[in-house]
């Protein structure tokens, strides 16, 4: 075996290894391929609307959308409820929707809890958790700031004021 | 004179310590002797030159030299091991008890619970070691030493083991740890013969040419190592490749009697039709246990079905299930579905399902009208009881308790400790009562409520805790266990034996060299000098 043959035969096994190194500190520090970033287009779904039909992410291509993922067991989701409507009743005619996902209650549940808040923004039931494990929901409130085009702008976890949704908000509007 | 020119005229790569040709020691500064053969070169190598010790001249054998080099494989493995040591003295980020993980709460947490220490354990990164990236730099590197020690050693190795040296130089065969020599007083034509038989006897193979005769054996557990490191190799490839999407899954689900449940990641459902704990009869314990009242399980077991959802396009939309396997599940006894695997891994035992009660009518006597059934997880709005007669739900809390403001709230979305608000109408009769279930009473809105309910006996229901896993690389990863296993047989329980016999002039020389077990060889040794008679006094030398 010539000199020149045996430096082809160790760059290539050197580059092997490379490309393997490559590979292991990529996938242990990208921990969550599947994680939903800001940026991401909004993973399409269907659920079947509280005390209605069933609405598709899609079909609100268009629109401002706030996906808001919460339960009636979550304090601070229950207190930031009504700036969700407030923020909904001001700029729906402007293009905006509020979106609650229920994490998996049932509707006699859910039902009074909303009607006590005075919510009227739509309540979609994810009821086996579907949509929850698809976004990776862990902590609630979870909010989605989703454009017109149904890109995630923005992404925040935890209870949210009325002056923070409202500056969110302006940069989703259509 | 060139140091790589031997006297017998051939010209050896640079680091070769015994001649490629005639087995002559190289090194200029040792004069071989018979006195000083305790310097007589090590024999692992077969004195060939590593490769890596040839050339040093290109970036790429820069590198190549670098991994080649034992003692830089050793430093890896030691720095790794001190760093795995220091990512256990203060818990892993994944451990610690902090509601939401932002980077200064993550802070917050270490220093205020470990002091300055933990700042500084946090500052560098250790709170996230193993999958920092230099640590998995670390581990890659170690693989590289692996396969570039291995190739470095294993390719002069085989060819110095490949075409076996006949007519050694004397002072290779004097080198040997044991060797002897006698002077031929008549002329032995049939010595060589001799030996050739009783060493194919003892299972040698036998290399022949003029004046010299070597039997070997068991070449092949010379290679072990280098086939336990080949194991090694697939084995860490096959921990690579889980990190491929699609290669490795691990999921945890709760599964109550009844229930289908998604198993994310997947287009997999998982129904459990039932769960029983089977508990040891007395009669089948060897002897009798004072267990005072207490029992022992025998099995924990899940009778599940697993469905593929060809809806699967679209989350959240009502699955169209479709029925893949089904079966038990025992701990150990996964139930199988093409690569995926379904262990019993947990269970919540006799929870509450649903309440049941009987609706009383006070006026007719405390007469039951009917039965009403509230299931805590599917809960109906409304229900007939009987005809004419409704309950309806008003407001339910799973886990009731009164908040801040007294109002009543659920603690959790687990049905704890449920409360129902229930309103009851009848069409015949213009009636609407209210009345609220609590903690297994029932508060009616008025005292002289026509009707009421009474509590009867709920449905308990088991949760199992179902492991669902798929791992692709499980094949490769025995495989390569598999083959780790043969090379350390290989080098473990054969030897590379080898016995020369060579003439020189008037002068028999004999010399053995084996990789382990000296006593072994020795004794084959002693025996081929019985069986040949030879005059001889055989030396073992003490390396």
Redesign the interface.
């Known amino acids: 075996m010539d000199?020149k043959n045996?430096?082809y035969i160790?760059?290539i096994?050197?580059g092997v290894?490379l490309v393997?190194?490559i590979?292991?500190?990529y996938?242990?520090?990208v921990?969550d391929?599947?994680v939903v970033k800001a940026g991401d287009e909004a993973?399409?779904?269907?659920?079947q609307q509280l005390n209605g039909s069933?609405v598709?992410l899609t079909d609100l291509r268009g629109k401002g959308v706030v996906l808001n993922f919460w339960?009636?067991?979550c304090?601070p989701c229950?207190t930031e409820m009504p700036a969700l409507q407030k923020q909904y009743e001001a700029l729906k005619d402007k293009g905006l929707v509020v979106v609650g996902v229920n994490?998996?209650?049932?509707?006699?549940?859910v039902?009074?809890f909303v009607k006590s808040l005075g919510v009227q923004f739509p309540i979609?039931m994810?009821r086996?958790?579907?949509?929850t494990?698809?976004y990776k929901i862990g902590?609630i409130p979870a909010s989605y700031f989703i454009d017109e085009d149904g890109v995630v702008r923005d992404i925040f976890?935890?209870q949210m004021s009325e002056e923070f949704i409202a500056d969110k908000v302006a940069k989703i509007l259509p | 004179m060139d140091d790589r020119k031997c006297e017998c005229g051939h010209t050896n790569p640079v680091g070769t310590m015994l001649c490629e040709s005639c087995g002559k020691p190289l090194d200029s500064r040792q004069q071989l002797t018979a006195e000083t053969a305790k310097e007589f070169p090590d024999m692992r190598y077969e004195g060939m030159a590593r490769r890596s010790q040839t050339y040093s001249k290109t970036v790429i054998d820069k590198i190549w030299n670098f991994f080649s080099s034992v003692k830089i494989a050793i430093y890896l493995i030691i720095i790794t091991l001190i760093a795995s040591a220091v990512g256990t003295i203060f818990p892993q980020q994944q451990y610690i008890p902090v509601p939401v993980y932002t980077e200064p709460e993550i802070e917050n947490f270490y220093t205020s619970t470990y002091g300055t220490l933990g700042k500084i354990y946090y500052l560098l990164g250790f709170h996230n070691l193993y999958s920092s990236w230099w640590f998995v730099t670390l581990l890659v590197m170690i693989g590289t030493s692996l396969v570039i020690c291995s190739l470095d050693r294993i390719i002069p190795l085989y060819k110095a083991l490949n075409k076996p040296r006949l007519n050694q130089h004397e002072s290779f065969l004097k080198g040997q740890k044991i060797y002897g020599s006698m002077e031929l007083q008549e002329d032995k034509h049939d010595l060589f013969p001799r030996a050739a038989e009783e060493l194919k006897k003892k299972g040698y193979r036998i290399y022949q040419e003029g004046n010299s005769l070597m039997g070997e054996k068991a070449r092949f557990s010379r290679w072990g190592p280098y086939v336990n490191h080949i194991g090694l190799i697939i084995f860490l490839l096959g921990v690579l490749l889980r990190n491929l999407p699609g290669f490795y899954m691990n999921e945890y689900v709760w599964v109550r009697e009844g229930q289908t449940v998604a198993i994310s990641g997947t287009p997999y459902y998982i129904k459990n039709e039932q769960y029983t704990t089977e508990y040891w009869k007395e009669d089948e314990m060897p002897e009798k246990l004072d267990l005072q009242g207490g029992v022992i399980p025998k099995s924990y077991q899940t009778d599940a079905v697993l469905y593929v959802n060809k809806n699967k396009s679209l989350p959240g939309a009502e699955p169209d299930l479709q029925e893949v396997a089904r079966g038990p599940i025992v701990v150990n006894h996964p139930l199988e579905y093409e690569d995926l695997l379904v262990y019993q891994s947990g269970v919540q035992e006799m929870q509450l399902g649903a309440l049941n009660f009987q609706l009383i009518d006070t006026k007719a006597g405390n007469t039951p009208v009917g039965s009403v059934k509230l299931d805590l997880f599917e809960t109906k709005p409304e229900q007939q009881v009987a005809d004419g007669i409704k309950v309806r739900v008003l407001d339910y809390y799973p886990d009731f308790f009164l908040d801040a403001s007294g109002k009543p709230a659920t603690k959790t979305n687990v049905p704890n400790n449920p409360m129902f608000a229930l309103e009851i109408t009848s069409d015949k009769e213009p009636v609407k009562e209210k009345l609220v279930y609590l903690r297994g009473s029932i508060i009616t809105e008025k005292q002289d409520q026509r009707y009421t309910l009474q509590i009867v006996k709920p449905d308990l229901i088991d949760i199992s805790g179902l492991l669902v896993r798929k791992d692709k690389a499980m094949p490769i990863i025995y495989f390569g266990a598999f083959i780790v296993i043969l090379g350390l047989v290989m080098g473990f329980y054969w030897q590379h034996r080898r016995i020369w016999l060579q003439r020189n002039g008037d002068t028999l020389h004999l010399a053995a060299h084996t990789n382990k077990n000296w006593f072994g060889i020795r004794k084959e040794v002693d025996h081929l000098v019985e069986k040949l008679e030879l005059v001889m006094l055989i030396e073992q030398k003490k390396k």
């Open positions: 000199k045996r430096t160790r760059i096994i050197l290894l393997a190194l590979f292991a500190i996938s242990s520090v921990k391929p599947g993973p399409n779904f269907s659920l069933n598709k339960g009636t067991w304090e229950k994490i998996g209650e049932t509707e006699v549940a039902d009074p979609l994810d086996k958790s579907d949509v494990k698809l902590q976890v935890g």
